[in-house]
């Protein structure tokens, strides 16, 4: 699966976002089972991009979708941009794509 990736750590997602949305949801699942080479996951968020909420949300949607405390998911990079990566610090990158898949 291209968007998600062993790492020393765990494993990096990559996801692409979309802030100020109505919902908050993966938006890309179908394309993901059928294309596993996809280079992201595609997150809409209801929360605005100001002080770090939108960030937060993102954290606490794949935490729950992975079922995983919170703390086991951080941002790893692009605080700023709509294009992240998050890192799953208890999951190899075999069981997040299963997950995720799940949903």
Known sequence: WACASKTGGGTLLTVAVRPGRRSTEITNLPELRRNPQMQALSVDLHAQPREGEANEELVRLVAKTLRV???????????????????VQTLP?????SRILAE
Do not use: F, H
């Open 93 to 97: 990158a075999a069981e997040v794509v």
């Open 69 to 87: 405390p919170v703390a086991d998911v951080s941002l790893a990079s692009g605080g700023k941009s709509k294009d992240k990566q998050l890192l």
